[in-house]
């Protein structure tokens, strides 16, 4: 998979033998729309109240959701046996990732493969 603008690929199926980096490691926001927030509470079944007072972290004027700390790392709370307990309506930034605006342009590869496995230096022609 490719992105204009973006100086690598990925590999959507080295996330079967990946053991979620990108849902884990060091602490991060992990944010989300109005229309995200209700999609995730319908999924759950609770209000998008329950939804913010019981999963998501105050961040300045916005909430992100919340993480645990295990074993010196920061897990998303939604991270259950390396699987995404809300998958079908993840975040667009779980679902966009690796193909971040800050990882657009020249990338330095190295550092961006240590933190997610699927990424590959694209083939020059
Ligand atoms: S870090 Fe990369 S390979 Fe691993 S689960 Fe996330 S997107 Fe997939
Ligand atoms: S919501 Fe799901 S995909 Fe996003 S960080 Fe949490 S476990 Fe990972």
Redesign the pocket.
């Known amino acids: 998979m490719e992105r204009e603008g973006f100086n690598f690929s990925f590999n959507p199926s080295a996330c079967d033998s990946c053991d979620?980096q990108?849902?884990?490691g060091e602490s991060g926001e992990?944010l989300f729309s109005k229309t995200e927030l209700s999609a995730i509470s319908d999924y759950l079944q609770i209000s998008t109240n329950e939804f913010l007072q019981n999963y998501c972290r105050k961040e300045g004027y916005r909430y992100s959701?919340k993480e645990l700390k295990i074993g010196g790392q920061y897990?998303?709370?939604?991270?259950e046996k390396n699987?995404?307990?809300?998958?079908p309506v993840?975040?667009t930034?779980?679902?966009t990732?690796p193909f971040w605006d800050r990882f657009s342009g020249s990338t330095d590869l190295k550092e961006l493969k240590r933190e997610c496995i699927g990424v590959e230096e694209l083939t020059k022609l």
């Open positions: 979620a990108c849902c884990s992990i959701i897990l998303c709370i939604f991270l699987r995404c307990q809300i998958y993840r975040p930034q779980c679902r990732f």
